[in-house]
């Protein structure tokens, strides 16, 4: 699933500015302008790291994702040897924590269904969720520097003798102070129509100002004439 989306260099594994953005759109239905094959300052989805760990080490009733540094296309990943807290590194640097307990899964089946919902999930929160959002307490993001950094993500599994899972959004919940905000947008893992699980993405947001209906009108426009060119 994931094999167009990165490469192996020796022990390394490398993501190429096209492969990290081809993901984003192609998969995550992610349009950040950090994403794009020309963006001065490119990122790689913290989406893509995340599918990488399951990909790699499979899924595990309770797993924590905290990201500490910005993976470009001049970073060789290191993933350690499986254990219940792992560092993935670049040249020395900590780029992801994944720490993990309970039982885990191998089942490709589940792996693949968790990665497929969670990154469609994720994709789709700007700006159908975040905005929103934000506007409930008459805020929004400086459209001129619309920075959102992606903090970290947890989920927690009852079980894991399922073979799919789907992603039903929970209790969403935004705080601010000053132009510096958090977000936490919470899910439910289902399975066969049983809640199976629990999950949260947490992203900081900075810039914020005034809520103005013409800028978010237009920053939607944006959004939506990006997805439809690019």
Do not use: W
Not at 159 to 183: C, P, Q, W, Y
């Amino acid at each position: 699933m994931l094999t167009p989306f990165y490469h192996r260099d020796g022990e390394h594994l490398v993501i190429t500015r096209e492969q990290g953005s081809a993901f984003a759109k192609q998969i995550a239905d992610d349009y950040n302008p950090l994403h794009d094959v020309d963006a001065k300052k490119f990122c790689v989805p913290g989406d893509l790291l995340f599918s990488l760990v399951l990909e790699q080490y499979g899924v595990s009733q309770s797993m924590t994702f905290s990201f500490a540094g910005m993976v470009d296309e001049t970073s060789r990943l290191e993933f350690p040897a499986p254990s219940n807290e792992m560092k993935i590194i670049s040249q020395e640097k900590t780029m992801l924590v994944v720490e993990r307990e309970g039982a885990s899964s191998q089942c490709d089946t589940l792996i693949n269904s968790l990665i497929a919902n969670y990154v469609a999930f994720s994709g789709t929160t700007f700006p159908h969720v975040i905005i929103p959002l934000m506007a409930e307490q008459s805020v929004m993001i400086n459209p001129a520097r619309p920075m959102v950094i992606y903090e970290s993500m947890s989920i927690s599994l009852e079980r894991l003798d399922i073979k799919t899972v789907d992603l039903n959004a929970g209790k969403h919940e935004f705080s601010f102070d000053g132009k510096r905000g958090k977000i936490v947008l919470r899910f439910d893992l289902v399975s066969d129509g049983a809640v199976v699980g629990h999950g949260e993405k947490h992203m900081l947001v900075s810039g914020i100002k005034a809520y103005c209906e013409q800028e978010v009108a237009a920053l939607i426009e944006y959004y939506n004439n990006r997805k439809a060119t690019l």
